[in-house]
Structure formats: C-alpha cells, structure tokens
C-alpha cells in the first residue's frame, strides 16, 4: 500500500530533522545540519531490512519503493530553495566543503562499484 510508504517516509524525515537539529545544536550552528541527508540512509536503510520480525509484502513494498522513488525529486525542490548566494558569500570555506564532498563522492564510484560485483 502507499500509505506504508507515506508513513516510512513521514517517520524518516521527522527523525532526520531532529537528528539534524540535534546536529547542528551540538557544533554550534543555528541550522538543520544533515538532517535530509540522514532520513534519506535511514530510509534506504529500512526500504532494504529483511528479518524474521519484519518482513514487507509487495504491495507494501510497491507503497515504498514509490515513495522512495518520489523523496528524491523533492528533497531537490527543497535544496533548491536554499540561498546559494549567501553561501558563497561566506566565504570559500563553503565552496571548498561543497567541492570536496562532490569529488569524495564521485571517487568513491568505483570502489562501490567494485565491492558490489564482488559479493
């Protein structure tokens, strides 16, 4: 059903967004710090858990697999709105995070790449 997917998502992103304030608070910043980022793992993460104890059915899995497919549009339409210039504005600090973290992720392809063929 897509309700189970409506709610896993809800359920992700509410705990995201305190994690994510919760971040934030412990380094000083006055701002959700990772907080989409880290409902988009716990979502994936618990999309993909299979135990004896929970185990989805089809249509339930159908229900998130949508919405999973949905979440990454609209954490886009989210980022979108932030303020580019005002990061920039502040310094080559934020550029150079922005960069780096871009060129860490497209390096580390290959090696996903690779532990996954191997399994």
Do not use: H
């Amino acid at each position: 059903m897509v309700v189970y997917g409506v709610a896993l998502l809800a359920f992700c992103m509410l705990v995201g967004v305190f994690l994510g304030d919760l971040l934030g608070k412990l380094i000083g910043v006055d701002a959700n710090v990772g907080g989409i980022g880290i409902a988009m793992l716990l979502l994936i993460l618990i999309a993909n858990k299979r135990t004896q104890f929970f185990e989805i059915n089809s249509i339930t899995k159908s229900g998130i697999n949508f919405w999973s497919a949905m979440y990454i549009p609209i954490v886009v339409a989210m980022a979108a709105k932030q303020n580019v210039f005002a990061a920039l504005s502040g310094g080559w600090m934020a550029v150079t995070a922005g960069t780096l973290t871009v060129v860490i992720s497209f390096l580390m392809i290959p090696l996903l790449y690779r532990l996954n063929n191997r399994e």
